[in-house]
């Protein structure tokens, strides 16, 4: 056995689920209720449709995390239940975040489909970047891919590289989008997503 590897060990997914939260919550506490209806890079989406499905996703993937059954049959319109979404958003993304932190969150399967339950957390948090990104690009703000992101882009890599043979036969992911050798580690991410990482609304 090699005992002189230097290869470092996985953060946990609650650490990696801090990092994103952090950057997420002060994106969807920008949104101005005028950009609700303004386009975002998943082209099926307006802002506010995007926010509700991001908001399932916080909310759906607490009750993985303890092994239990999500519901994506539908999505509740949380914008539109009052008007502190913003704040219950934080508040949910909190209650993911204890989630994935709880012991024996990462360990085994989890969902219907039986998935590494590692790899069902990696997706909440895939979503908790991504599509924070797209809110971000879609109001005019910064998303701040520095300073501790690393951890979240290194295990995100793999994941995409993961799901995408799937995804992009789902439609889930669209088919990569070229970047060009100067391209950061975060862009190379997002176009590995079917995303331009300069897409820009044209409202």
């Not at 303890?66 to 209650?95: I, L, M, Q």
């Not at 599509?131 to 994941?159: F, K, N, S």
């Amino acid at each position: 056995m090699d005992t002189n590897s230097s290869e470092a060990p996985s953060r946990s997914l609650g650490d990696l689920l801090t990092v994103a939260r952090e950057r997420a919550v002060p994106v969807v506490r920008a949104i101005p209720d005028e950009a609700l209806a303004a386009p975002t890079p998943c082209a099926e989406y307006d802002v506010k449709a995007l926010v509700n499905h991001l908001f399932q996703v916080v909310v759906e993937f607490q009750k993985l995390a303890a092994k239990g059954e999500s519901d994506f049959s539908a999505t509740p319109d949380r914008v539109g239940a009052g008007p502190d979404w913003r704040e219950r958003f934080a508040e949910e993304t909190d209650k993911l975040v204890a989630a994935w932190s709880a012991p024996g969150a990462e360990e085994g399967a989890a969902g219907a489909w039986k998935m590494p339950a590692r790899l069902v957390g990696s997706m909440a948090l895939l979503d908790l970047t991504v599509h924070v990104w797209d809110l971000a690009r879609a109001t005019g703000q910064e998303y701040r891919a520095d300073g501790g992101v690393e951890p979240v882009l290194e295990q995100l890599t793999g994941t995409v590289a993961e799901l995408a043979p799937t995804a992009r036969k789902t439609g889930v992911f669209a088919e990569p989008v070229p970047v060009g050798e100067q391209a950061s580690p975060f862009e190379r991410l997002l176009a590995q997503t079917g995303r331009d990482p300069h897409w820009a609304s044209a409202v």
